[in-house]
Structure formats: structure tokens, C-alpha cells
């Protein structure tokens, strides 16, 4: 299984950027999705989750109006579209995929697969 982030990068404040995740190794259909992001000295944080199907998406209250997820699960990628850029957004951001019912809690925990994180940084 391998989940590969990408389109990470340096923006201005106010900004925008969109992240891929794309899969393989597992039928992705199957699998409930989520964006994870990790803030030099913090824990990793939940940013947002989109079901199966990509009828059902979840946010953190901090990105809420801003980030849009999204899935086009004939091309196996999940999306993180991020507008509105704020330097608090600054981290590497991971993709996670899930099959447990608590995808949209926002624990990590119900995560049980990780890509390999792509750096979002930006600056004021």
C-alpha cells in the first residue's frame, strides 16, 4: 500500500495551493480518506476527511470555508484544495486512509494507512 502526497509548496499569505493524494496497492473505493498536517514542535492535527463514496466530508473548525476535500475515485486520488492561506497553515501535510467508522472523528488512531507528507509553508 502507498499513499503519495504531493503539490506542497511556498505561497504567500492569502494563497492558495491544492494537494494530491494518490493511491495504490488497495482498491481506494474502499477506503475513507483524510488529511492530516504536522506543525514543526506540535502534534499532528486533523484538517479534514471525505467518506467513501465522497458524499460525506468532515473539517477541522480551523479550516472550515477555506479547504474543500474532495475524491475522484476512478483516478485513485483524494484532493485538498486550500484557499485563503494563513502562516498558521505552515506544516507537512500527510494523506491517511481508513476503514473504520470513526474516519471523521479526527483521531488519527482510526488511520491505519500514511503517505509520506508534503511541506506546505507559508509565509506573511
Known amino acids: ?20 493524494c494518490t493511491a495504490s496497492g488497495l482498491t ?12 514543526p514542535g506540535k502534534e499532528r492535527e486533523f484538517v479534514a476527511a471525505v467518506s467513501r463514496s465522497g458524499g460525506n ?20 486520488t483524494m484532493y485538498l484544495q486550500m484557499n485563503s492561506l494563513r502562516p498558521e ?4 501535510y500527510y494523506c491517511a486512509g481508513s476503514t473504520n467508522v470513526a474516519y471523521g472523528s479526527g483521531r488519527s488512531s482510526a488511520y491505519g494507512y500514511w503517505g509520506q507528507g508534503t511541506q506546505v509553508t507559508v509565509s506573511s
Do not use: E, P
Open 89 to 92: 497553515d505552515t506544516a507537512v
Open 57 to 76: 466530508t468532515h473539517y477541522a473548525d480551523s479550516v472550515k470555508g477555506r479547504f474543500a476535500i474532495s475524491r475522484d475515485n476512478a483516478k485513485n
Open 1 to 20: 500500500v502507498q499513499l503519495q502526497a504531493s503539490g506542497g509548496g511556498l505561497v504567500q499569505a492569502g494563497g492558495s495551493l491544492r494537494l494530491s
Open 28 to 39: 481506494f473505493r474502499n477506503y475513507h480518506m483524510g488529511w492530516f498536517r504536522q506543525a
